[in-house]
């Protein structure tokens, strides 16, 4: 399945990506567009469009597109929740809501510096994605017990 969102990646657009790899779509193929051509290109092509505005996959109140997604898809994982707090309070500009998430923001801005293609970003990303889930998962296991 295609998916397409806005240029530029950060925060949510780069969560987003990893949570639809590992969660949703293994087969994803993404597609990164400037703002104003996202929706018009989704139609050309069927490809499903998130964290832009006029999208059904988008923010919605106090939550970021990550978290919308998680309530999309019924996903429930204990630690994949405790990262959307993280990925929400970085995306969100609520850095004091989460004691991870200014470290994650100050990481998609070196990251957005270091590469600026999207796909060449969120493939790079992807690992420190992967080590925040390992370590969310560490943390709801020793906060359960």
Same mark, same amino acid.
């Given at each position: 399945m295609k998916w !397409? *969102?806005?240029?530029h990646v950060h925060v949510d657009r780069v969560a987003c990506p990893?949570?639809? *790899?590992? #969660? $949703? @779509?293994? @087969? =994803?193929? #993404?597609? #990164?567009?400037?703002?104003?051509?996202v929706l018009d290109v %989704? %139609?050309?092509t069927g490809a499903i469009p998130f964290d832009t505005a006029g999208a059904e996959l988008h923010h919605r109140d106090s939550l970021c597109t990550f978290d919308v997604m $998680?309530?999309? +898809?019924?996903?429930t994982d204990k630690a994949l929740l405790r990262m959307a707090?993280? !990925?929400? %309070? =970085?995306? *969100?500009d609520c850095l004091e809501a989460d004691l991870l998430a200014a470290g994650l923001e100050a990481i =998609?801005? &070196? +990251? &957005?510096?270091? +590469?600026?293609? @999207?796909? @060449?970003?969120?493939?790079?990303q992807f690992e420190v994605y992967d080590a925040l +889930?390992?370590?969310?998962?560490l943390n709801v296991a020793i906060n359960e017990a």
């Open positions: !397409i *969102t806005r240029s990893w949570l639809i *790899t590992r #969660f $949703i @779509d293994s @087969d =994803a193929e #993404f597609l #990164f567009v400037p703002k104003s051509k %989704a %139609a050309e $998680i309530q999309e +898809y019924g996903l707090k993280i !990925i929400n %309070a =970085a995306d *969100t =998609a801005v &070196g +990251y &957005g510096l270091r +590469y600026p293609s @999207d796909l @060449d970003n969120i493939k790079r +889930y390992a370590w969310c998962r």
